[in-house]
Nanobody
């Protein structure tokens, strides 16, 4: 079994920063792509940032220049640095990973989510 555990959410004022972390644990042979999604109240879940094993990144247009995704392959972790937070960034943020528990099996795994609330 593979688990993703997020941390780092909270309440922050507009213009503030947060750092979200996600750690994978369990039976892991390797991890392919990792990413962060978010779901705001009444809206669909959307991709925020994505990073490949090699470190190539992609961002939603709404967060480019403010969010930075990074990963540590040795520790099976992915981090999202969030700067210049705006009220519209308020959402539950979910970590996602394509995990290979064995060389021939791939699982898509989700974290439990962490709330980011931006308000003055």
């Amino acid at each position: 079994q593979v688990q993703l555990v997020e941390s780092g959410g909270g309440l922050v004022q507009p213009g503030g920063s947060l750092r979200l972390s996600c750690a994978a644990s369990g039976s892991i042979f390797s991890i392919n792509a990792m990413g962060w999604y978010r779901q705001a109240p009444g809206k669909q879940r959307e991709l925020v940032a994505h990073i490949t094993t090699a470190g190539s990144t992609d961002y939603a247009d709404s967060v480019k220049g403010r969010f930075t995704i990074s990963r540590d392959n040795a520790k099976n972790t992915v981090t999202l640095q969030i700067n210049s937070l705006q009220p519209e960034d308020t959402a539950v943020y979910y970590c996602n990973a394509l995990v290979l528990p064995t060389p021939i099996r791939t699982l898509e795994v989700w974290g439990q989510g962490t709330l980011v609330a931006v308000s003055s």
